[in-house]
């Protein structure tokens, strides 16, 4: 399993947080979600022969939000 931490921009309650956090578990080979709104940061695991950054990344954006790093 791998974790990264990603960055993101424009979530503010807790809709944002289920939002975010539901797009990415429904990648195949997301384990865990994190979602810390005061931070903006979105702590995920993952498997990483399974889903990559780009795919999580879309999975963020497609929810309107802005993933910074």
């Given at each position: 399993?791998?974790?990264?931490?990603?960055?993101v921009?424009?979530?503010?309650?807790?809709h944002?947080?289920?939002?975010?956090?539901g797009?990415?578990?429904?990648?195949?080979?997301?384990s865990?979600?994190?979602?810390?709104?005061a931070?903006?940061?979105?702590?995920?695991?993952?498997?990483?022969?399974?889903?990559?950054?780009?795919?999580?990344?879309?999975?963020?954006?497609?929810?309107?939000?802005?993933?910074?790093?």
């Amino acid at each position: 399993m791998a974790e990264r931490t990603l960055e993101v921009k424009g979530m503010s309650c807790g809709h944002c947080k289920m939002a975010v956090s539901g797009a990415l578990k429904e990648l195949d080979g997301v384990s865990d979600v994190d979602v810390d709104l005061a931070s903006g940061k979105v702590d995920i695991r993952y498997d990483e022969n399974k889903v990559d950054f780009l795919q999580m990344k879309d999975a963020i954006e497609d929810q309107g939000y802005d993933v910074v790093k």
